[in-house]
């Protein structure tokens, strides 16, 4: 099986633009989780999309927001960007057949914001 | 709210020692706790679970953790440290649903 893909890997834009990161989840996996880690914050939930439909949600500005697809794939988009949003974004998805199952996690997308 | 603290930043070990990555967590009720590791440049990589079934976890790579309630702990050991070993360490906690809190890491470093 192939491992959750996230797309691009790395990404540079400027303060004031909007940015969206894509993740396609192992197949057959319907929850899509989204985490944002900085060196200062650490790993950060954003996030959590289960059939479509936001089930989770961290402690992040209305800036960054997500959406799923039927196909399971999730986007996570951030607007009006900030410097202070340079990150590594983690993509994770589970098959969510009970709460303590495994999440796989994908390599990332590196945003830096200059 | 479940969170938890992992009590060393860096810890240094010999090849061939044993390894502990201290972990405390916190939380109202029985929680599902976790250990990722994260190789440079590589994805965040499950290495152990607890979900109640069993206080002493056995993981991958030799790893194994023991769930002790009355100390609020899950420590991470290993008897043997290899140079391979060497990445970052997350002591995770399930927040609720399927939204996961992690430690702040501790970073391994293994010397020949």
Redesign the interface.
């Known amino acids: 099986k192939a491992g959750v893909t996230q797309t691009p890997r790395y990404l540079i834009k400027t303060r004031g633009q909007q940015v969206t990161l894509s993740c396609s989840p192992i197949s057959g996996h319907r929850s899509v989780s989204w985490y944002q880690q900085t060196p200062g914050q650490g790993l950060q939930f954003l996030f959590e999309y289960f059939s479509e439909t936001q089930r989770n949600k961290g402690n992040f500005p209305g800036r960054f927001s997500g959406r799923q697809f039927s196909n399971s794939r999730s986007e996570m988009n951030v607007s009006t960007l900030e410097l202070g949003d340079s990150a590594l974004y983690l993509c994770a998805s589970s098959s969510r057949t009970s709460p303590d199952n495994e999440q796989f996690f994908g390599p990332g997308t590196r945003l830096t914001v200059l | 709210a479940q969170s938890v603290t992992q009590l060393d930043s860096h810890v240094s070990v010999s090849e061939g020692t044993p390894v502990l990555l201290r972990c405390n967590y916190s939380s109202s009720y029985s929680p599902?706790l976790f250990w990722?590791v994260q190789h440079p440049?590589?994805?965040?990589?499950?290495l152990l679970?607890y979900?109640s079934a069993a206080t002493l976890v056995k993981g991958i790579n030799g790893f194994e953790a023991e769930f002790k309630k009355s100390e609020t702990s899950f420590h991470l050991t290993k008897p043997s440290a290899h140079m391979s070993d060497a990445a970052e360490y997350?002591c995770v906690v399930?927040?609720?649903?399927?939204?996961?809190?992690?430690?702040?890491?501790t970073s391994l470093l293994v010397t020949p």
Not at chain 2, 41 to 46: E, I, P, T
């Open positions: 599902s990722y440049n590589k994805g965040l990589q499950l679970k979900t997350f399930n927040l609720s649903g399927y939204a996961l809190n992690f430690g702040k890491g």
